[in-house]
């Protein structure tokens, strides 16, 4: 076996803990909401037995997981994605305004042009997504030393800010846009359908394939453009499509669930502090970890919150803004 093809140390572990925790995650998801559920009702409602009451709450507890669970896969990704892009281990697509720049465009569609489903809203998030991060990484690679991990946070928080108020603007004297908005941008997986669930599938399923073929790359990059050039890797186009790979997946998930922040930073982070930064390894295990995170986030959000529920975009933001400080504390925002 050649070296570079040798597993990091726990990576079987650290997977199978994963994967386990991760199915205790799907069935805690089924059971607990509004009104709780035991194993032996939800093993009935699995089995479409007629005369289970809890039948019709298991498929939509189901279809509530199986879209939280995507969400958490492209987020987890995409984090991993601008992280090794940028070579800043705090990058995440919220930080760096891609959420920002999907909500803008999404509300120019509900005002301008009348969207009001996820297939209208999934385009033009895509395009506020696209747009928002081609200008931050123009802004952050201005001047001496192109896209420092510092100059692409802050370039990332100074479009977020403008395009926040931008937003707002826009949406103040329009007091029906605002009804529509207010839900949309906390963040939820809760309002998901088949039908938002189908137009999303799509977009996963490229950007996951996009990032898995640039994983090995994205190796050579973390090593410095020359070094990388020099191992035959082209780093304009491999940015290119790292980038559309991580904009899309999280430009997709914002349409669908609305703007989630902080998963990709919290996934992705945990999992390089245990098995490293080889691409190969950190994408698929910040995918699960991604999942994990936003399923035990959607279910803590209804156990608090019952008999309703407490928005997970507002669950994740509680749990990442700490660990965002945290980290600025200790001096971790340096190149990879």
Known sequence: MERGTYLPKHFIAVLVFSLVLLMLCILASI???????SLQEVIEGLMQNPDSSAASIIQKRVLRTIFCLCCGIALGISG????SVTRNPIADPSILGVNTGAALFVVCGMVFFQISTANQYIWFALAGSVITSVFVF???SMGRGG?????LVLAGAATTAALSSL????MI????VMDQFRFWQVGSVGAGTWNSLTTFIPFLVVGVIVALISAPALNALALGDEVATGLGVKTGLLRFFAVFAGVILCGATTAVAGPIGFIGLLATHVIRLIVGSDQRWLIPLSAISGAVILTISDVLGRIIGRPGELEVGVLTAFIGAPILIILAMKAKVRSL
């Open 138 to 140: 123009g802004i952050g």
């Open 31 to 37: 059971m607990f909401g509004a009104r709780p559920l």
């Open 80 to 83: 991993a994605l601008m992280q």
């Open 173 to 176: 004297p329009r007091s029906y």
């Open 167 to 170: 937003t707002t603007a826009i």
């Open 147 to 151: 896209a420092t991990p510092l100059k």
